[in-house]
């Protein structure tokens, strides 16, 4: 049975990676449909505007450190003395083949986008159960958490990982009846800042590229309205591109083929081994 909130009336809300894209626009509809929302961000500048915008508080956090993660929450909880919704969003992307790919940058792409999951799930999870009648987690994936793609290694790796968190987590949740449900957000093409986010790679020199984005790519703030609707519902699956689906088919006939084919050498064997 889904677990979500079908009023977002009062309910304290935090989403990180929250000064711009996805993690601002979520923030927007929550803001919408009354909720108390605190967004979070390791970028200052950016934060500071989208805070005053919003007219909410903004906290500065590194969502790979868990003692950020901590210190948000005690914000928030300060503030309104529960947490409802949490909003793990951030995130960062390294894209190239495997080839060109770092440890280093391995380990920055899985820290933000893996790692910064687990944190706010780790951080998050017990305060809303013990806290809230009611609450709900969103964790961004990407479509790269269902479907792989030429280089997306790492950028995949942090967002299989992601999926596979949160479902995990949502069957243990219903196991045991809680009043807290999960949903995995795994959108394809939105319009966002994530090919720069090396901009805000610790010891990296930011440059700001001028890249070129595909015309009719989903705008963030569908997706945010898409994302408030899942949490009000209680989705497992957030899906914002209904159209990606003959991909996603297209790799798990390749998995099941290849059971096929064992099934076959199997029988071919006698059924020995």
């Known amino acids: 049975m889904a677990v979500g909130v079908p009023d977002l009336t009062g309910r304290s809300a935090v989403v990180t990676g ?10 927007a509809s929550l803001i919408a449909r009354g909720a108390a929302v605190t967004i979070a961000d390791v970028q200052v500048n950016a934060l500071e505007a989208a805070a005053a915008e919003l007219g909410v508080p903004g906290i500065v956090a590194d969502v790979s450190r868990i003692e950020d993660v901590r210190r948000l929450a005690d914000d928030v909880l ?16 390294k894209i190239a083949p495997f080839a060109d790919l770092t440890l280093a940058d391995f380990r920055w792409v899985i820290d ?10 780790n951080v998050f999870l017990p305060i809303i159960e013990s806290t809230s009648s009611q609450g709900f987690i969103v964790n ?15 950028y995949g790796v942090s967002k299989f990982g992601v999926v596979a968190l949160t479902e995990t987590v949502s069957d243990e949740l219903a196991r045991r009846n809680s009043q807290v449900g999960v949903g995995v957000l795994v959108p394809a ?30 705008a963030a703030e569908v997706v945010g309205e898409i994302v408030a609707d899942a949490v009000e519902r209680g989705d497992l699956y957030i899906v914002t ?3 990606s689906l003959e991909s996603l088919r297209a790799r ?22």
């Not at 300060?78 to 992307?93: C, F, P």
């Not at 933000?112 to 799930?121: A, E, Q, R």
């Open 78 to 93: 300060a503030r309104h003395g529960r947490i409802d919704i949490a909003i793990n969003n951030a995130g960062v992307a």
């Open 241 to 243: 591109h209904p159209d």
């Open 140 to 154: 961004t994936a990407s479509i790269a958490g269902l479907r792989t793609g030429s280089g997306l290694a790492a």
């Open 252 to 273: 798990h006939r390749r998995i099941e083929d290849a059971f096929a084919a064992a099934a076959r050498r199997h029988v071919d064997a006698g059924g020995s081994h």
């Open 189 to 218: 093409m939105v319009r966002s800042d994530i090919a720069d986010s090396e901009r805000n790679r610790p010891g990296v020199q930011p440059v700001r590229t001028t890249r070129r984005q595909p015309s009719g790519i989903m």
């Open 112 to 121: 933000v986008n893996l790692w910064g999951v687990i944190n706010g799930m």
């Open 18 to 27: 929250g000064a711009a894209g996805i993690g601002y626009a979520i923030a």
